[in-house]
């Protein structure tokens, strides 16, 4: 493992002890070796001088639930030192007291609650303190030989503590431990089945030894226990390919329908077919190895205690996972705790990989990248010995602390369309673009197709991290490229729920007297064959989906067709009429299917200054007259037809199919 630390970057940060702090803490969160999404915690201990004048000496610890890798100096708290330290000395002290007593000994009471760990920062005599669950320190102690091979890694450098629960238990053992020990003398603590504290006077030297313990810790398992090639490269978050095949992507499709169930609530899905996850999923206990346990206790919140194992009968399968969960928690319960959703987490699939589930797509992400981790240190275990983890008990108390669940509580509930997955067509702009927009702030995922091949189209499909939109180039009138891009959803999110078949072409004004046979086939093949194609490519996808739903872009012209727009018209009534089929046959499969009808929606790029001046000259009519001439006098943009379609995909639609709505402001020819 390399040390990043830069000269230059570390004076550009500032020389106070907290800016300093907030540069290293940052070094340690970018890498996934040492933490992963919001795990460790880092403090510094400094003297600020108060209002009075008089200077008090305060640690300033990682706010809980703050991440690394992007911490700023406010994710830190600032508590007296005196008084963490003094809690320390306690016999007891319940979770609720000990958040309390550090709130009420925080200088700044806006600053976040302290991390679980603060009480073990105040105790550890050096300024800089910095802990990670590192992979290649924990992955040792969990192995039979562990604490033995810590002695040959390190001598008497390092102190070893045993596993106990994070927070007060762990202070108060580590306080208990050390009373007579010099700290001078060692290096760091390694913590067994949790991690590795090291320390310092000033940031670098606690960063580099956290880098040199974890090295020798990495140094020996490369020599004792190397990776297969397979291993060496274990992406947890790819782009898409295309490539896996129709019955796989219907099969994980019926996983995450079968999980979402149990877990109440729409699921994300990543699918992790890399070499390293399939040369694992082939081990022969493989089944075994996935369901002993996570790599460190706090990923128990992430991961569930363990995988379930796909199976032919899915149904059955993951009902089984959740009748075993439930009896894991009777097993454990004080009687006083709620059980959590019994839903699994991550699946172990024979011969394919592995599977991420998320309550959305950054969830399912950071799940994802802590199995990718996790299957690595379970290889290196099994070669130094066995995979040996804390046991159920340890990982329930872990589980249901509920200092870990406040980690994952959020003030409000989740956006209407969380987790679940639409795929919409014409993305790149106007009306698509807009739905692309609305389904994002709804909280669903989405799949954007459009035929322009810029900006995030342009090499076939641009990933961008967490922001859940994967664009896909295509040309709806392409099956094959139609075919792909709902493969490469699926493959991202795991199945499809809601389609917005919107991309069209608008012919210019030609009429019918001088209509040319290209611009006839143009507008057939784009907006009515191409709608065909989108429909007949998602349905095997929506047949799995969750309250599966079909919104078609029509249009006005269907009821109130207008002169020299005869292609138009004609292939948009077509297409109405091919909807109220779709909508017959797909309601067994609880597909809904309604249409949505625009008209003189500027703002979609189709429209020009002055077409728009045009066109209101042709009426004699004002430009401003001319974008409202409706009844209701408004003006419709592509953002209020996105809305209207967004809630067509959603529950206020739900006991409606075959619908047209018009979105219109009114047109009396409509009417
Ligand atoms: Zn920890």
């Known amino acids: 493992m390399e040390s990043l630390w830069n000269n230059a970057d570390a004076a550009a940060a500032g020389d106070d002890a907290v800016a300093q702090r907030v540069y290293s803490s940052r070094l340690i969160g970018r890498d996934p070796a040492l933490v992963l999404h919001g795990g460790?915690?880092?403090?510094?201990?400094?003297?600020?001088?108060?209002?009075?004048?008089?200077?008090?000496?305060?640690?300033?610890?990682?706010?809980s639930g703050k991440n690394l890798a992007t911490i700023e100096r406010d994710g830190f708290s600032p508590v007296r030192l005196d008084?963490?330290?003094?809690?320390?000395?306690?016999?007891?002290?319940?979770?609720?007291?000990?958040?309390?007593?550090?709130?009420?000994?925080?200088?700044?009471?806006?600053?976040?609650?302290?991390?679980?760990?603060?009480?073990?920062h105040a105790i550890i005599p050096f300024d800089f303190v910095d802990h990670t669950h590192a992979d290649a320190v924990v992955t040792v102690t969990n192995t039979p030989r562990g604490v033995t091979i810590l002695g040959e890694i390190y001598g008497d450098r390092i102190f070893t503590v045993p596993y106990v629960m994070p927070g007060f238990e762990l202070a108060r053992e580590v306080y208990t431990m050390t009373r007579d020990i010099d700290w001078k003398q060692i290096e760091g603590v390694i913590l067994l089945h949790h991690g590795v504290f090291t320390f310092g006077d000033d940031a670098r030297s606690s960063y580099e030894r956290m880098i040199e313990v974890v090295t020798q810790a990495e140094e020996y398992l490369d020599a004792r226990a190397p990776l297969a090639d397979s291993y060496q490269v274990m992406p947890t978050r790819t782009m898409p390919t295309g490539s896996l095949d129709g019955a796989l992507l219907r099969n994980l499709a019926m996983w995450?329908?079968?999980?979402?169930?149990?877990?109440?609530?729409?699921?994300?899905?990543?699918?992790?077919?890399?070499?390293?996850?399939?040369?694992?999923?082939?081990?022969?206990?493989?089944?075994k190895l996935a369901t002993r346990g996570p790599l460190t206790p706090d990923h128990v919140i992430r991961t569930k205690r363990a995988a379930l194992v796909l199976r032919a009968d899915v149904d059955a399968a993951v009902d089984q996972y959740a009748e075993n969960y439930r009896a894991y928690f009777d097993r454990y319960t004080d009687g006083t705790l709620n059980c959590l959703d019994p839903a699994p987490r991550w699946a172990l699939w024979p011969?394919?990989?592995?599977?991420?589930?998320?309550?959305?797509?950054?969830?399912?992400?950071?799940?994802?990248?802590?199995?990718?981790?996790?299957?690595?240190?379970?290889v290196?275990?099994?070669?130094?010995?066995?995979?040996?983890?804390?046991?159920?008990?340890?990982?329930?108390?872990?589980?249901y602390w509920e200092l870990e669940q406040a980690k994952l509580a959020r003030a409000d509930s989740p956006p209407d369309l969380a987790g679940r997955v639409a795929l919409v067509t014409g993305g790149a702009r106007g009306i698509g673009r807009a739905?692309?927009?609305?389904?994002?702030?709804?909280?669903?995922?989405?799949?954007?197709?459009?035929?322009?091949?810029?900006?995030?189209?342009?090499?076939?499909?641009?990933?961008?991290?967490?922001?859940?939109?994967?664009?896909?180039?295509?040309?709806?009138?392409?099956?094959?490229?139609?075919?792909?891009?709902?493969?490469?959803?699926?493959?991202?999110?795991?199945?499809?729920?809601?389609?917005?078949?919107?991309?069209?072409?608008?012919?210019?004004?030609?009429?019918?007297?001088f209509l040319s046979d290209e611009a006839w086939q143009r507008s057939l093949a784009v907006n009515l064959d191409g709608h065909r194609l989108v429909l007949q490519k998602c349905l095997p996808f929506l047949e799995l989906g969750i309250d599966p739903a079909v919104v078609v872009v029509g249009s006005k012209n269907v009821a109130a067709p207008g002169p020299g727009a005869g292609a138009y018209s004609a292939a948009k009534a077509a297409l109405t009429q091919l909807c109220r089929v779709a909508a017959?046959?797909?309601?067994?499969?609880?597909?809904?299917?309604?249409?949505?009808?625009?008209?003189d929606v500027f703002d979609t790029g189709l429209w020009t200054e002055e077409g728009i001046a045009a066109r209101a000259a042709q009426y004699g009519m004002t430009v401003e007259q001319y974008r409202r001439r409706n009844l209701l006098g408004t003006e419709v943009g592509a953002a209020d037809v996105a809305a209207m379609v967004v809630a067509m995909c959603g529950s206020l639609f739900s006991c409606t199919t075959g619908a047209q709505v018009p979105i219109d402001g009114g047109n009396e020819r409509v009417i």
């Open 40 to 63: 460790g915690n880092t403090s510094v201990k400094t003297v600020v001088r108060n209002v009075y004048g008089e200077d008090e000496d305060i640690l300033f610890v990682k706010g």
């Open 83 to 120: 008084a963490l330290r003094r809690m320390a000395t306690l016999e007891m002290l319940t979770d609720a007291d000990m958040v309390r007593m550090q709130r009420a000994a925080m200088i700044d009471p806006s600053a976040p609650n302290p991390s679980v760990e603060a009480i073990l």
């Open 256 to 287: 995450r329908r079968a999980v979402s169930r149990v877990a109440e609530r729409p699921m994300i899905a990543h699918i992790n077919c890399s070499a390293g996850a399939k040369e694992f999923s082939r081990l022969p206990d493989a089944a």
């Open 351 to 378: 011969d394919v990989g592995v599977v991420a589930f998320g309550e959305d797509d950054r969830n399912a992400a950071i799940t994802g990248d802590i199995v990718g981790q996790t299957l690595l240190a379970i």
């Open 380 to 399: 290196r275990a099994e070669a130094l010995g066995g995979w040996e983890v804390l046991d159920e008990e340890d990982l329930f108390e872990v589980e």
């Open 435 to 513: 739905c692309v927009e609305r389904l994002r702030a709804s909280g669903a995922a989405v799949v954007a197709l459009d035929i322009r091949t810029d900006g995030a189209f342009a090499d076939g499909g641009a990933f961008a991290a967490d922001n859940g939109v994967l664009t896909v180039n295509a040309d709806v009138t392409d099956a094959d490229a139609v075919e792909r891009a709902v493969a490469m959803g699926v493959e991202r999110f795991g199945g499809l729920d809601m389609v917005v078949s919107n991309a069209g072409v608008f012919p210019d004004s030609e009429p019918l007297a």
């Open 584 to 599: 017959l046959e797909f309601s067994g499969a609880g597909i809904r299917v309604n249409v949505v009808h625009p008209n």
